[in-house]
């Protein structure tokens, strides 16, 4: 009886692992695209931007600044930023690592295979107690830069900064 019964199991256990499927986990082109509250929204792909100091201070913000923009598209009402973790998901099946995403043609890349009409690259300087961040983006079809802009002042106020350039990002969709 007992052999039996293992016989069973083991024949039911080999018969649901022949019936299991692998499913493939692939990147939709169309990210979000499903957005009908505001279905005009442009897709843009926030990539980590560089930092042009050595201060260890500040290396933190080419993460802080891509994220504080995010937040402020998210808020808005014409720009989808591109998920995190589909840039995540989209470098790994290019074998790439995050910090790949700084250059043009790998971002570029990336853009497109996940389906971003842009990319946003950028960058922080520090010189002293003031800063000025830079950003340009780029239509992934073309790598035409469509716009371009930077803000300054001091660091104390880099926060605002961040928000003057995202207003100003915002703006630029809108006219």
């Given amino acids: ?43 843009i792909a926030v990539m ?22 995010i937040r402020a598209f998210l808020n808005g009402k014409y720009i989808k930023p591109v998920e995190r973790e589909e840039l995540e998901k989209a470098a790994a099946e290019l074998q790439l690592s995050l910090s ?9 890349e990336i853009g497109k295979l996940i389906g971003a009409k842009y990319i946003m690259l950028g960058s922080m300087a520090k010189v002293g107690a ?22 300054r002042g001091s660091i104390d106020l880099i926060f605002d900064l961040e928000d003057e350039l995202a207003h100003k990002i915002e703006n630029h969709f809108t006219e």
């Fill in 1 to 43: 009886m007992f052999k039996r019964f293992y016989f069973l199991t083991i024949l039911l256990i080999i018969f649901t692992a022949c019936q299991t499927q692998v499913k493939k986990v692939e990147l939709t082109p169309e990210i979000g695209r499903k957005d009908a509250e505001r279905p005009n929204r442009v897709f």
């Fill in 48 to 69: 980590d931007f560089k930092i042009l100091s050595s201060e260890a201070a500040v290396q933190g913000f080419s993460k802080d600044i891509p994220q504080s923009l």
């Fill in 100 to 108: 790949d995403l700084a250059d043009e043609s790998k971002a570029l």
């Fill in 130 to 151: 003031n800063v000025k961040i830079n950003c340009r983006i780029i239509e992934t079809e073309t790598s035409e830069i469509i716009y371009t802009d930077s803000v």
